[in-house]
């Protein structure tokens, strides 16, 4: 499986950006897709995730300005970000996750970069 993550660039603060993340290969239907966000000097942090159900889970900091959607069909996974905080800076992971037949499998993008500038 690979993830293809894509829209990360330089924003004002008080901007949106939108992230696109699109997953190929041998996937399993009942999976959850998520964004993780990782600043310098910073642990991995998780920004939402969502299951294919629809099921979403959120960070504080990211309830009510950032939105995620998916298109299971495609296999793609979108992050709408509004009203960026300089701290919002971060390269961004995608990640996509399933457990099937009691083993888990877990596949990561390799991040694009997001900027915000004050």
């Known amino acids: 499986v690979q993830l293809q993550a894509s829209g990360g660039g330089l924003v004002q603060a008080g901007g949106s950006l939108r992230l696109s993340c699109a997953a190929s290969?041998?996937?399993?239907?009942?999976?959850?897709m998520a964004w993780y966000r990782q600043a310098p000097g910073k642990e991995r942090e998780l920004v939402v995730a969502?299951?294919?159900?629809?099921?979403?889970n959120y960070a504080d900091f990211a309830e009510g300005r950032f939105t995620i959607s998916r298109d299971n069909a495609k296999n793609t996974v979108s992050l709408q970000m509004n009203s960026l905080k300089l701290e919002d800076t971060a390269v961004y992971l995608c990640?996509?996750?399933?457990?099937?037949?009691?083993?888990?499998?877990?596949?990561w993008g390799q991040g694009t970069l997001v900027t915000v500038s004050s």
């Open positions: 290969g041998s996937i399993f239907e009942d999976n959850s």
């Open positions: 969502m299951t294919s159900g629809g099921t979403t």
């Open positions: 990640n996509m996750r399933w457990v099937r037949l009691g083993a888990r499998y877990e596949y």
